[in-house]
C-alpha cells in the first residue's frame, strides 16, 4: 500500500483504527505521519459509510482502499459493495468504472469467537462483478495487492487473520504484480490434487511433505483468487492426477469448494479414478470460542491428511 500510494496520489486509506493507530492489525502503521489525515482517514465505527463514500470516491476517479476491521463487521456494507458497487460497469453500459478495493481480515483459529472469525467469501464468489483475492503467501499478497490497486473493477482483497503472524517468505523490495486470476502449483505431485487458499494453503502443503514419505505426491494448487476462477490449472492438474480433493475453512454447503467440485465433474469427470472429495468447514452458524470446539470446525494437517491418505488409496 505504501509503495502504490506514493506511485499514485489517487490512492487512500479509509477505515476504523487506520490513521494514528495503523489499523487493529498495524497494516497502515505509520502511514499517517507519510501521507497525512488527507490521505490516510479514521472513520467512525460505520461500515456502509466506509464502503458508500469510498464507492463514490472511486467514481470521482479516486482509487479507495476501504478497510473492514474484521469480516464480522462488514454486513452493513453489503449493500454497498454487492448490490451496488458490483453491479455500476454494467449497469451504465460501461461508462463507471469502479476502482475499488476492499480489505477485508477473515477467518478463524485465532480464538477470536463469534464475531471475529467469520468467513465471507462465498458472498463475494457468487457475486457477478466482483473481483476476489485470497492470497495465502507474503509474495503473493503484495504481488496481488497492487494488481487489485491497479484495477478498474472493484476488488475484495481477504486476509487471512492467522497467516498475519505466522507465515513468513521473502518480499521483494521491487515493484512486482502478480496477476489476478491465476492460480499456481504450490507443490507438484502425482497421485492426488488438493486444492486450497489462504490459511488451509499451508496445512496442505504440510499434509503433503508428511504423505511424501509413505510415497504418496499430492499437488497443491493455491488458488490465490476465487473470482476469475482459475478453471484450467485446476482442471490441468485433476487430469493428470485423477483425483481430488478440496480444502477451505468456509462452511461446506454452496461453498467455494461446491463450484470447484461442479466444475471438475463437468469438464475432467472421464480423468476421474475417484469420487471428489471435500473438506471443510461444517455448518454451524458461525466459529465457536472454546478451543476444543474451534479445533474440531477447522480444518487441519493431520485431517487433510487422512482426507488425501484416503483418496489416494481409491
Known amino acids: 500500500m505504501r509503495e502504490e500510494m506514493r506511485r499514485d496520489s489517487r490512492i487512500f486509506i479509509m477505515g476504523e483504527d487506520v490513521g494514528h493507530r495503523g489499523g487493529v492489525f ?82 478463524g483459529g485465532i480464538r477470536g469467537g463469534l464475531f471475529h472469525s467469520q468467513n465471507v467469501e462465498a458472498y463475494f464468489f457468487h457475486t457477478p462483478g466482483l473481483k476476489v483475492i485470497t492470497p495465502s503467501t507474503p509474495y503473493d ?15 475484495v ?31 507438484p505431485g502425482r497421485h492426488v490434487t488438493v486444492v486450497s487458499y489462504g490459511l488451509m494453503l499451508h496445512y496442505c502443503l504440510e499434509a503433503a511433505q508428511a504423505l511424501s514419505g509413505e510415497g504418496i505426491e499430492a499437488e497443491v494448487v493455491d488458488l ?12 490441468d492438474s485433476v487430469k493428470k492426477t485423477g483425483k481430488l480433493l478440496i480444502v477451505h475453512e468456509d462452511n461446506i454447503t454452496g461453498g467455494v469448494g461446491a463450484e470447484i467440485a461442479a466444475l471438475a465433474a463437468d469438464e475432467a ?3 476421474l479414478d475417484a469420487p471428489i472429495a471435500r473438506l471443510c468447514g461444517p ?32
Open 26 to 107: 498495524l497494516a497502515s502503521q505509520g502511514f499517517i505521519d507519510e501521507f497525512g489525515e488527507e490521505r490516510v482517514l479514521d472513520t467512525p465505527l460505520a461500515e456502509a459509510s466506509i464502503v458508500g463514500i469510498a464507492l463514490g470516491a472511486a467514481f470521482r476517479g479516486m482509487r479507495p482502499i476501504a478497510e473492514i476491521q474484521f469480516s464480522d463487521f462488514f454486513w452493513p456494507a453489503a449493500n454497498q459493495l454487492i448490490g451496488e458497487a458490483a453491479r455500476a460497469c454494467y449497469g451504465s453500459n460501461g461508462s463507471l468504472q469502479v476502482p475499488l478495493v476492499v480489505r477485508i481480515p477473515y477467518g
Open 269 to 271: 469427470f472421464h480423468y
Open 157 to 187: 482483497f481477504l486476509e487471512h487473520k492467522k497467516t498475519y503472524r505466522l507465515v513468513r517468505g521473502e518480499v521483494p523490495d521491487g515493484d512486482y504484480t502478480v496477476p489476478i486470476g491465476k492460480a499456481e502449483v504450490k507443490r
Open 141 to 155: 499478497a503484495k504481488g496481488l495487492l497492487k494488481a487489485a490497486l491497479r484495477d478498474n473493477n472493484p476488488v
Open 283 to 314: 455448518d454451524v452458524p458461525t466459529m465457536p470460542f472454546a478451543l476444543t470446539l474451534e479445533e474440531a470446525y477447522m480444518p487441519n494437517t493431520e485431517k487433510i491428511a487422512t482426507a488425501l491418505r484416503a483418496l489416494a488409496v481409491y
Open 224 to 235: 490465490r483468487t476465487l473470482k476469475p476462477l482459475d478453471r484450467a490449472s485446476v482442471l
